[in-house]
């Protein structure tokens, strides 16, 4: 039996062992375990096991992790969110859906100091919800622009995602977080402009609006958010610069949030021992799915499905942007039902050689890397939207249970259109996502 069948029972096996709901950490290393001894045997496997685990956990940039989560816990209970909605309501919550559009723009800040989707989503869902059933958002707009807004946190650096996805691929973190920034841009304008247009031809969905407020009140909310734009450009301009390493501006920026929130009272009664108990559970579920993933590829190395596989998509004749296409359509059916750190784990080492082994507008090796990681995780955003998992989706009708799910994805289906439109402008013009990097990086 060759490789490639054995590989394609054991991803057959893996998935029945996701079907009946095993953590996918855990069935990544069983069924990786399982093909490594089928192809090596037993032996093989305890030698490789030996020194697997510490070869993984002693990767210096993977401390990243625990201090970039870390960093959301202390932004969280700093109470940051509030003065963030504040600032951008001031700005824009006047215009006709610009509570709305105020919500997505304070995700997206947000983000920029938490790097979790979710967290971003549970957070300002809590401070935004509220204010706007008081202003008589229909539910679906409601829900709908908190669930997308949330889905910013995946693509605004500094993010977790970005940083696993740039250990896999082998690349820079520094100019991967460049290279998501005007992407990031574009998705919080998009999701803007689609506020506007749904209040426009639906004036229902949104509520009266709101008096302008003057620009010293303005001035003043703004003022109120110094500490996301002074610890959002110490880490950013510091990385950037050279002046810090990525975990040196993860260690910088999480002592910022910290004192930010000790300074604001977020670590009293018992809010120190939750960022602590929040930043240890998020790290050791991250670090069990990092080891079955590489258990995995493991057994996809010796079974050589990677470059089988590439080896088979180039002898199809297809063009470079079917091929494209097509791989990421498999990342939005992923998406409806793994996390995003599970598909970049399962998905990145099969994927990846396929792209790098095709011709794209004359792009070099690290540019079509850096490009084709920003696309998947524009895709993997809308996985956190789209049925039957939808993890945003579910996050606010558990704040808001008279809200139901059906209600949201009803509401997500514009924002979703733009995602694709999103997504084809990124695949037809690589230079949105790599001109900072050849500029800067």
Known sequence: MTGT???LI???FLFLLLIIRVHIGVAMFLAGALGYAWISGVDPLMAHLKHAVYARYSVYDLSVVPLFLMMGQFATQGGLSQALFRAANSFIGHWRGGMAMAGIASCAGFGAICGSSLATAATMSHVVLPELRRHQYAPS???ASLAVGGTLGMLIPPSVPLVIYAILAEQNIAKVFIASFLPGVLAIVGYIVVVGLMVHFKPELAGPKSKAQS???RLKTLAATWPVIL???AVIFGIYTGIFTPTEAAAVGTVATGLMAWYTGGLKNGGLKRCMQGTAIGTGMMFLILVGADMLNSFFAVSQIPANFAEWVQGLGLSPLSVLFAILIVYILLGCVMDS?????LTVPIFLPVILGLEFWGLGIDEKAIWFGILALVVMEMGLITPPVGMNVFIIHNIARDISPGTIFRGIV????WDVVRIVILVMFPSISLILVQRFG
């Not at 750190?341 to 784990?345: K, V």
């Not at 514009?414 to 259109?417: E, K, R, V």
């Open 341 to 345: 750190l599970s598909m970049i784990l």
């Open 141 to 143: 707009l409601a829900g």
């Open 10 to 12: 054991i991803i057959g």
């Open 231 to 233: 610890i959002f450009g």
């Open 414 to 417: 514009p924002f979703l259109t």
């Open 215 to 217: 620009w010293s009140v």
């Open 5 to 7: 069948t054995i590989g």
